[in-house]
């Protein structure tokens, strides 16, 4: 998938650092100066992998707890779904919005700074959450959580290039994928416990703790900010983000509220999003310190692992979508079995992320990212397939392995795109992984959910929208 270059077998055996991670490597990409016990992270590079990994894990935790509470809180503040369902919008909007224009950022003012900084907000906005008196205040504050969000989740995976050894970025990448699934896997769990035993406002506390760790952690352990090659001569396109922030929004919005809106209320979005994608082009073309340059948007292997990721991801939003109705009007099952069932897809994930990294740096990127799509394939022909005397274990099995198939395709591609960006625009690059993704689920919801309730002539419309919400 990527021309990028991948290590192989005898890189993978290369040792990764006993240096601190704060020393000037003596190249940009690595800082392997010693040996260090049987290729495991050395004892400088562990507490930043740490931290990095509670931050991946807090935008997941954090986006996974929420549903579980919205019957509550629709009922705490006397409001209907389509008011309290901005809980779980806004800041998934606010992410997708602005994780490119935060990477760049990172890029031009210091990606440990503005780490940082999105940890803090992250953690401010997460008592502001659960203090708030009012439905209003809770939406505007998960729009900040989802802000910080942007800068944690772009600017965690720029950092394993700058402090990781090539040898060990495939690891890294899937501790990373691990911790997300982790994540998604605890949310609705713990965000029914929690609203159950001590309330709704317990759930925005939740990740409170797990954020103040990882402040301690990097703010101790990150390398100091330098500059980079550069980086550090550009300004940063305002207007630019602005554009892409506003034609981002328009499409994510047609895509949600769309579905259960009007064709006009869809049409205006989508134009809109058109229309901000055009402006966005073109004031790139014009602009002196553009946003994404046009030569890093050329390279053949970043286009196509961004591209790729889109689409993965939408077909991946399947699972999701047409899961619980497969699961429980096919086969019967009540809505907790369907829960538990379902949250087959993220344990797998999560114990395959770690494994999927030693084999990318053991086979090369390229090659276990095309092993990773073969595997989605075979998953996805299975579920297709699988004759319905199976049962539930028709649907699990073969869910299981497409869920495999993507936690190693995520690892590698990831790996294989972040190989070769040069240091001064890690962020940018990192921040649009994390929007091919984002993008790539946000339309699949929509497009699977329309797929599906075609097809599903005798399922009303508007309740399939509603479920996939």
């Given at each position: 998938?990527?021309?990028?270059?991948?290590?192989g077998?005898a890189?993978?055996?290369?040792?990764?650092s006993?240096?601190?991670?704060?020393?000037?490597?003596?190249?940009?990409?690595?800082?392997?100066?010693?040996?260090?016990?049987?290729g495991?992270?050395a004892?400088?590079?562990?507490?930043?992998?740490?931290g990095l990994?509670?931050s991946?894990?807090?935008?997941?935790?954090g986006?996974?707890?929420?549903?579980?509470?919205?019957?509550?809180?629709?009922?705490?503040f006397?409001?209907p779904?389509?008011?309290?369902?901005?809980?779980?919008?806004a800041p998934?909007?606010?992410?997708?919005?602005?994780?490119?224009?935060?990477?760049?950022?990172?890029?031009?003012f210091?990606r440990?700074r503005?780490?940082l900084?999105?940890?803090?907000l992250y953690?401010?906005?997460?008592?502001?959450?659960a203090?708030?008196p009012?439905?209003?205040?809770?939406i505007?504050?998960?729009?900040?959580?989802?802000?910080?969000?942007?800068?944690m989740?772009?600017?965690?995976?720029?950092?394993v290039?700058?402090?990781?050894p090539?040898?060990?970025?495939g690891?890294?990448?899937?501790?990373?994928g691990?911790?997300?699934?982790?994540?998604?896997?605890?949310?609705?769990?713990l965000?029914?416990?929690l609203?159950?035993g001590?309330?709704?406002?317990?759930?925005f506390?939740?990740?409170?703790?797990?954020?103040?760790?990882a402040?301690?952690?990097?703010?101790?352990h990150?390398?100091a900010?330098r500059?980079?090659?550069?980086?550090?001569?550009?300004?940063?396109?305002?207007?630019?983000?602005?554009?892409?922030?506003?034609?981002l929004t328009?499409?994510?919005?047609?895509?949600t509220?769309?579905?259960?809106?009007?064709?006009?209320?869809?049409?205006?979005?989508?134009l809109?999003?058109?229309?901000?994608?055009?402006l966005?082009?073109r004031?790139?073309?014009?602009?002196?310190?553009?946003?994404?340059?046009g030569?890093?948007?050329?390279?053949p292997?970043?286009?196509?692992g961004?591209a790729?990721?889109?689409?993965?991801?939408t077909?991946?939003?399947?699972?999701?979508?047409?899961?619980?109705?497969?699961?429980?009007?096919?086969?019967?099952?009540?809505?907790?079995?369907?829960g538990l069932?379902?949250?087959?897809?993220?344990?797998?994930?999560?114990?395959?992320?770690?494994?999927?990294g030693?084999?990318a740096?053991?086979?090369?990127?390229a090659?276990?990212?095309?092993?990773?799509?073969?595997?989605?394939a075979a998953?996805?022909?299975a579920?297709s397939l699988?004759p319905?005397?199976?049962?539930?274990?028709?649907y699990?099995?073969?869910?299981?392995?497409?869920?495999a198939?993507?936690?190693?395709?995520?690892?590698?591609?990831?790996?294989?795109v972040?190989?070769?960006?040069?240091?001064?625009?890690?962020?940018?690059?990192?921040?649009?992984?994390n929007l091919?993704?984002?993008?790539g689920l946000?339309?699949g919801?929509?497009?699977?959910?329309?797929?599906?309730?075609?097809?599903a002539a005798?399922?009303?419309?508007?309740?399939?929208?509603?479920?996939?919400?």
């Amino acid at each position: 998938m990527s021309s990028s270059h991948a290590p192989g077998p005898a890189d993978a055996r290369t040792p990764l650092s006993t240096e601190p991670v704060g020393r000037p490597p003596a190249d940009d990409r690595t800082s392997a100066a010693g040996p260090a016990s049987a290729g495991r992270p050395a004892p400088a590079v562990r507490p930043v992998l740490a931290g990095l990994s509670l931050s991946v894990l807090l935008f997941a935790l954090g986006t996974s707890l929420a549903p579980a509470a919205l019957p509550t809180l629709a009922e705490a503040f006397s409001a209907p779904f389509g008011s309290v369902q901005w809980i779980v919008l806004a800041p998934l909007l606010s992410v997708t919005a602005l994780v490119v224009g935060a990477g760049r950022l990172g890029d031009l003012f210091g990606r440990r700074r503005l780490l940082l900084a999105g940890l803090g907000l992250y953690t401010a906005a997460s008592v502001a959450c659960a203090a708030a008196p009012t439905l209003g205040l809770l939406i505007a504050a998960r729009a900040a959580q989802g802000l910080g969000a942007a800068f944690m989740t772009a600017l965690a995976m720029a950092f394993v290039g700058e402090t990781v050894p090539r040898a060990g970025v495939g690891r890294a990448m899937g501790l990373l994928g691990t911790m997300s699934a982790v994540g998604t896997a605890l949310g609705p769990v713990l965000g029914g416990a929690l609203t159950a035993g001590l309330g709704w406002r317990a759930v925005f506390l939740a990740p409170v703790p797990p954020a103040l760790l990882a402040l301690l952690l990097l703010r101790r352990h990150l390398p100091a900010d330098r500059p980079a090659a550069g980086a550090g001569r550009g300004r940063f396109d305002a207007v630019g983000t602005l554009l892409l922030a506003l034609a981002l929004t328009a499409y994510a919005l047609a895509m949600t509220l769309g579905r259960g809106g009007s064709g006009p209320l869809r049409a205006g979005l989508l134009l809109a999003a058109a229309l901000g994608a055009g402006l966005f082009v073109r004031s790139q073309a014009r602009s002196a310190s553009p946003l994404v340059e046009g030569a890093v948007l050329r390279a053949p292997g970043l286009r196509a692992g961004l591209a790729t990721s889109a689409l993965v991801s939408t077909v991946m939003m399947t699972t999701l979508v047409v899961g619980p109705f497969q699961l429980s009007r096919a086969f019967g099952l009540d809505a907790a079995l369907t829960g538990l069932l379902l949250s087959a897809g993220p344990l797998v994930a999560a114990v395959t992320g770690m494994p999927a990294g030693q084999l990318a740096d053991r086979l090369g990127a390229a090659r276990t990212t095309l092993y990773g799509l073969g595997t989605m394939a075979a998953g996805a022909l299975a579920l297709s397939l699988a004759p319905s005397g199976f049962g539930a274990a028709g649907y699990v099995v073969p869910l299981a392995v497409l869920t495999a198939g993507y936690a190693v395709f995520q690892t590698a591609n990831n790996t294989a795109v972040m190989a070769d960006v040069p240091a001064g625009r890690r962020g940018v690059v990192s921040g649009a992984l994390n929007l091919a993704r984002n993008l790539g689920l946000v339309t699949g919801a929509a497009v699977m959910g329309a797929l599906f309730s075609w097809a599903a002539a005798d399922a009303p419309g508007a309740d399939l929208a509603t479920a996939a919400r």
